[in-house]
Each structure stands twice: as C-alpha cells, then as structure tokens.
C-alpha cells in the first residue's frame, strides 16, 4: 500500500435525496431535475416514461435543492452543498452552466440540522423579487435574494430564531410574504410558528406561535379556498384555518391516521384541498380536505391509503395523476394514481430508477472463470431490499417498442428492401420499410409461408429462402417437403442443415436458383442443436451437432459427407441446448456450447477438434446463442435470464464477457429500420427497437429474497456457495412497535439459485458474516454475529455468535450458538482461529468441540475490553485492527504472556469509524462518519498512530473489501518515456450508504506527482468541474499545508482528461513541465482504468 492513493468512483450514486420539476430546456415543457449525492440529472417525461437528458457533477452533496425563474422564461436551479456553498444554475442544450455562486458565512452557522430545508417566496412587490429560504443550521434561516443579473453576488441574511429542530417550513401563500415554521423545542414540545418576510428578504419578522402535538412532522399549506395549514403527524393530523393573520386554533380539526413513519408530503391541487403522503414503509397515503357550501375553512379532513411503492425520500407532482417518487433508501418511481376514484387499484408504476442504497455489504469474485469479477450487493432498506449483482456490459438504448408481439425466432433479411422476419408459435410476420421510410407490416414476401412459423429464413443471392415445420421454400417454389416435421435448420450462404424428426440430419446446398439435397445421417439419440461453419471461417466446411439422452455429446461432422470427424462429451445431466462458430473477424475460430444448467463451454477450434475446454455461467438457464454484427464487430449474443455479450479483444488477445441491461430475452437479430441498423430483440412484453451503447459500464441485476431486505453477505469459493444474512421488519400500525424475522440465505454464486434457508430467532437482526478454515479441525466454517433488536427482560442477551459448519455438499450444519450480553457488531479470521467484537470487547474462539452438548461446544473468551462500542474490525498476521464509536482505531497484538490482545498504538484523534482495513506495509486505510477517507501509520516508537492522508469522500462508507491482482503498471522514468512493469498490487473497493462503489488504487510518488498537476490543471480548464469548490469540498481545513491534496487525487476529475478534445488534451500537457506527454498520460489514465474493467 502506498501513502498516495487514486480514488475513483465505478458506479455513481443512486440514492435520490432531492427533485424539483420546471421548464429548464424549453418553457413549454416540463423537466424533472433530482439529485444524488454530488450528481444532478435532467430528465423529460414522454409518454409516462422517464427519459435521460443530462448528467453533471458537482463539487460538494447537495442538500438544497429549487427551481426558481430564470428571466429568459425558462427555469434554472438553486442549491446549497452540505458545506454551506450555493449556487444558481441553469441548462443549455449540452451543459449546465453557472449563473451565480456564493457561500454561507456568519459565526452563527455553527451546528447542521440534521434535515436541510427549504422554500421559494416571493419578497417584493414584482413576481421577480424572489428569495429562497434555508433552514440548514440550528438556530438560524438564511434568506437568499435571486440575484437579477447573471454574475451577480448573492448576498444572503440571516435570521436568529429560537428552535432547536426544524421539520418543515412552508409559504403560507398569502398576499404578504409569509412562512410557517414546524419545530421542536429543547423541551421536545412541538410549535408552529409564523413570520413576516420583509424588504427582499433582508428582515424576518416573527408573528404568531402555536402549539401542535409533539408528534407533527410535516406542513402543507392550503390557500383559498381552503384558507388553512396541514399538520401532518405520526398518527395524527390537525388542520388549522386561517384568518386575519392568524391561525385559528380554537376551530382546528383533527383526525387520527394509522402509525406510519412520514419521510415526505407534497400539495397536489390547492383548489381541490389535497395531499399526498409518502411513508417510511413504502405506503402512499392520500389526504383531502372537505368543507361545506358557505364556509370560509375546511369542516372535514380525511386520508386513504394509495398503494405500496418506496419510501420516499422527494415527491414531485406532474399532474394528471403522474408523480415522481425519489429515495435514498430504495428504487424511485415514476406512477400514476387515480386520486378521486377508489377503487382496489389506484396507483400503477410507469417507469423506475434502480438503485442500491442503502448499500451494507458486498463480496467480489469471479463468476464462471471469464475474468471479469462481479459484485452481489447487500441493498434496501426495511421492506425494499434486494440482492443487486453489479458487473461490466452495455446499455440497451430502446429506441422503439412493439407492444404485445412476442416472437419464437427473429431474422433479418438484409436487401435493398430490408425485411424483418417473425416467427410466431404457429405462424409468421413480416415487417419492412414503407414508402414513408415507417416500420410497417407486410401482407407477403416472395412465396414466404405465413400460415407457419418460421424454422429458418435467409436471402441467398437474389433470392429468399424460408424453412418451416412442414417445408423448404426457395423463392416462390416449395422445393422440398418432408415426412416428418423440421424441428430445427441453419442457413448459411448456400448451404443448408436441417433435423428430419428428432434423429435424421440432412444437408443442401444451393445452386442457382434449385436446392439440391447432398446428404442425410441418423443419429440413435435425439438432435438438440445444429449448426453450420461460415466459409468464411477459412477452414474446411464443417458442422457441429448436439446429442442428448441417454448421453449429451457434441460432434463435429465434416462436409458435404456429414462423416463425423470428432466429438465432445458434454456434463453428466446436462443437454446442449444452443451453439455458436465465430472467428470475431479474425483468425482463430471458436466454438460455443451453451448447456441446459445455465453454463456454456467454449472451444478452440484446431485440426478438426473441440479443444481447450473452458466453462462459464451464463445464466439460471440454457442461453440461447446468436452471432451477430454491432458497431461493426462480431459478437456472440447470449440470451438467458441474463444476457451476455462475447466479443474478442485484439489488444490483449482475449475473450471478453460483458453483461447487457436486457432480461429474459426469446430471440435477437440485427436489422434495418427506420433511423439505421437496430437490435431487434424479443421479450415477453413485445418487440423491442435499439441500439447497444459501445461504452461499456456498470450493470445492475436483481434477485429478491420473498421480501428479505439482506444485510451481510459472504462467499465459500469451494462449493461456490453464498451465506446471506437478511431480515425483514413487520410494523403493527396500532401501536407502532416493529418486529424482525431474519434468514441466513444460501444461494448458489454461480446461478442465485436458493438452496437452503436457516431461521434466526425473531428479533434477531445479521450484523457480521465470515466464512474460513479451521485448521485444527479440519472443516470450513461460516460463522454468524447477531443482535437482537427487541429484549424485554434486563438479563436477555443482546446478540449471538453463531458457527455453521459447510459440508462438501455445499449444506450448512449448526455446530451451536454462543450468547453474548452485547450485539456482536463483526467478526475476522485471525491466525487459525476467529475474532469478534461485541459490544466494547473483543472476543476470540478458543476451541470448537461438536461433541459437546448443544450450547458448549463453542468456547470464546474476552481478550480486549475497551470503554467504547468496537464497530469494525481488520486482521494480519498476529494484528487486529479496531474501529470504534469514539477512540477512531487501535492495533491490537496478541501476547505470549497472558494470551491476550494487547494495544501497541492507539490514534488520538476522536471520530466515529465506520470501515476500516489494513493494507500492505502496516498502512491503514478508515473511514468516518464524517465521510472522510484516511490513510494513517502505526508509529512504535511512541504507539500512536499518525494520519498521513486526508479525503473528503462526501459519503458514508460502509465497507471496505480489498483486492490483490497481478497487472502490468506504468512507469515514469526521468527521460519521460513509459516503462511497463509487472507487479502485484492490493486495491480497496468500498460500497457507500447513498448506493456508490468506489475503488481506492495505490500509486508510486511519481504518479501522483503527474496526476496532481492534472487534477489542479483540468479544475482551472474546466470550471464546471470546480464549483462551489472542489478543493474546500475534497480537502477542506487543508490550509496552509505543503500538499493541500494530502496524497488522495480525485480520480473523477482527473480522468475528464480522457473525455477532452485532442487539441485541448495537447494544451493542458503543455501547461506544464510536469507531464511528459500526452501519451503518456493517457497510458497513465488507461492503466489506471483497468481496475473498472474488473467489475
């Protein structure tokens, strides 16, 4: 491990913290702006479809979040970042561009809400003079003026007020600016209270205060007709009218709702006197108001459940019915609800945005040998959970859909007319180019039977050739009509092979404008999969067959003599259900055999033989393979419950496997449509129309566990079996209480496929998950921390160190189960044994002796006590790493004296460490809840441990898991040229609470020294990329220190260099006699990237 560390994120965060709706782009249509983390992304609604326009970066997490008038007509943005700056911004076609920018300073600004709150009001006489307000710190609002001009200062106010806690703040909309304020007192009672904003926004006057129940979290204010405030609570909502000024609290209403916990309400229509209200267990609740003819207020309050959906976090109303659902601690939505109609379906989901926050664990490995690694994610949060596998592949980008046309087969007929052949279960479509240049159906295609479904179809030369159950069709002649059925045929350039019943091959070929039959063979078991050699391939013509029952063979047939030349035992019970031949263009040919248990086998083809056998995991079942030309290279497409695309990469020699974002996919084939070639593919729901986006990055695939929200996840590599810890939280909505049922999970690491399932005790929450060897014994363990979330009784234990023993089989035996009076928070191997933290002591297992009776066969033994909760843990060697609440971290020795572990450094600073691990050369590497990354080193001489490094990761890390490969790193010698090196290197991977994976990468001096440079350079070049302040955001308080970026270069930065014009990428290496070339800095840059290309 090195003291300077590349710090780059592999997949961005998910979780969505805010949303505002306006006219950004055009000020007849209305956008969606949300944000994630430190991300904005601009989205248009089409067809009650969420549909991706920009992206952009900013320097610092926001925590505020409006729309305010642009003078132009069209909106733009305010925010604010969790470290006080603002800005407002606004959207041109390709950029987002800054409008103004400031920052708030007063000596007031001392303590953080824990919620940043905020509103848009109008301050002045004109409908321009608008201020936003900020409720970010306790004790203060800040008034922040819309400046006029662009590039004017913001000069925000700030106003004292007397509350500890902040819920809501709400524009009472009246015709004097007037805001409402929802909070907590020191003395946990609850009040609303009124003021008066004045002068454009430079005075804020308070006016009325009125007490509400301590239970009221949220606000919806109702102008006329309605003339009240919306108290909304835990179980209880009050409606307060308005008049003269004042809320009239004698003439308040109130109703009891059921016990949900309230993350977000929204006003839907003023005139109508409704709300909506979103809840941490995933329920849409409607609110309404009602009053009688004649009253100036509402005279009743009522509130219905809408449906189930996430637990939002931001809800943006779009009308007629349409609303946007954003979370942090889920998926995000968006739906359509039927407001005044009850009926048992009111709420229908339109489009969603996959997330993996909050993300608590993960496990890397490679999955099937292909090289590339996965990462199965620990996802959700209370009832929206999930396993999340994350991997490397394309985006389908869907350009068209057709609805409800489910295909068997796909082919494309590739000529001036181009045609769309599809195959249906028992008969056959035609689509083509209309004189319009429109998609449209054809009524018949040169003597193409429509009346069947479509085994094989082809253009040879000038004419079509279809195969059907029942026929061969060349042109307009049927040629050749069979006894018994085609079950299955191939077409390549004049050749055709087909399977005659279930046991007969027969071959054509195709001269001028007649088929000649060559040759027929029986087999004695039955054909499952044929296919034909390409001429192109350069090799003999050959074909390759599929057996199965009693044996499953592969076999090798020479042409035009269907002589068999070679053969290929395929695995005991399994069949193989689909092939490919393709040389990807180039010289070497391969041969793929996708088989029934979701695995493909794949070959050399060399001399006439199947060799170099090599196996993968596709999917939970056969893949069907299809060879096809995308952006002008051969790729095999592997279509399973997964998708999978195979393409040769000529620069390092190799096969690369990528996922693709497509499920459950029947049929693939390339054609000409309206707007270009197209990837047509099948799926249950219809056809769909698209491209595969050439980038290839992070993909997210799903897999429920009946409703289990998983929590710690851990692999076994020999029976390549996953232990998953999940639980899932039961709320009684009487009375408030939440109850837990957890599962250990046992899953298959290849397919996900569920084997077993072990019951916790109820209440009993997975916190650790380790799996190792016992040595001494002779067994592999999986071994299990608890804690129990619920205890009535004083002397109850508060958590369990479980021990599983893995059977070769892949099963997993309890062996027994110790109770501990303190929550088991982690556990590590260490030496031939485990270690574990409970509470503030850490434990060792002495001895394991399954003969014992049930509940002594596991001895453990406090070996550390400290004064503070011990939250994480890391060993090496004799060495245990220990985060805690309080103390950051200390090392821990194991003493020969008194067989203890006993402290040889202990760090000074105190922060709460949430992750932890020690790195090569007794380097450590932490993370804080502060969000902050370290990078500290033991120091002997007087057992403290020093901080080195310092970087500001603006999220909450919740693991970190190392990595160690062997790769070819570059080197910068004096002369400036590039050296390849081989060496071995460890790098970190994390997993964030708002859903992020992240890579830490150690890097020689040198390296950082260059990248340094370019990191300072590209933030000068690009200044999109600066504000508010890169530097006060990534490395704040950094002062007047000799290296102000404290050995962390923000790899998000630095790697724009890669996405920068030639002419501008030369100016930057110009700039500085630090950069050798750029060349060379682009092989920097691309070495560093690598690592993405691992997940």
Known sequence: MSPYNYVTTLYPPTAISNSVKGSFLDPNYTHIVTSKSSQIELWAIAHERLVFLQQHAISGNIVVLETVSHPDGKDMLFLVTDNGECCFLYFTDKELKLYANGCFEHPSLTRRQPDALSLVTRTGPSETDLSVIVSMYAGVLVAVPVPQAEGDPIDPFYASINHSVVHSIVDLGLDSPTIAVLYTNEHTRCFIQQYHVLSSGSKIEPKQNIEVDKKMRRLIPFPAPFKGILAIGNMIINYLPYGSGRFISNSRLRNSIQNVGITTAILLDPENGNCLVGTDSGDLYYIGLKKIPGNVHATDVFFEPIGKTTAPSTMVYLGDGLLFQGSIHGDSYLVKVNLYEVTKHRLHVCDSLPSLSPMTDFCTYSRGGNGQDVMVCCTGHRHNGALQIVSNGHDFLQSAQIPNLSAKRIFGLDSHNPTLVISLSDRTLLLGKSSEGEMTSLDSLAGFQLQEETVAAALIGKWFAQVTPTQIILGDVPVWKPEERIRMAHIVGHQILLCHGEHELLYFVIQENHIK??????????????????????????????????????????????????????????????????????????????LSNGTMLYYDVDNEQLVSERQVTLGLHSATLSTLIIHGCKVVFATSNETTVIDFDADIGKLQFTTCNLTDIQAVAMSDCPGGSALVCSTAKGLLFGQLDPMVKPQVSTYSLDGYVPKKIARHDKSDTLIIGASKMTRNYGNGVESYASRLFIMDAMTFHHREAHELFPNEVPSSIAVLNLKDHGMDVACVGTIFCENDTSDAPRGRFLMYEILPSGSYRLIDAAELPTPVWDIKSYLDTVVFSSGAAIFMLENVNPKNKQGERLQVKCKNFSDVECICLDTQGDTVLVGDIMQSVQLLQSSAKDASLKCIAKDSEMRWTTALQIMDDQLLLTADQSQYLYIKQPVAADGTVKTLGRYHLGDLVNTFKRKSVGHVGMSFPSNGEIQALPDMSTYTYYCTARGAIGAVIPISREKYVVLKELQKKLLDALPRLAYPSHLNWRYPDSGDTIDPYQGFIDGDVVEQFMLMSADSRRNI???????????????????????????
């Open 517 to 594: 039959y060559i040759r027929a063979t029986r087999f004695d078991i039955p054909i499952v999969s044929l296919i034909l050699a390409d001429a192109t391939h350069g090799m003999s013509p050959f074909a390759l067959v599929g057996l199965s029952s009693p044996e499953s063979i592969v076999q090798m047939h020479s042409l035009p003599d269907l002589g068999m030349v070679s053969k290929r035992n395929m695995p005991s019970g399994t069949t193989p259900r689909s092939l490919a031949l393709t040389n990807f263009g180039f010289h070497k040919l391969y041969a793929f055999v996708s």
């Open 1069 to 1095: 290496v110009q700039s500085s006699k630090a950069f050798p070339s750029v060349g060379a800095i682009t092989a920097l840059l691309q070495d560093l990237a690598q690592w993405r290309c691992r997940l």
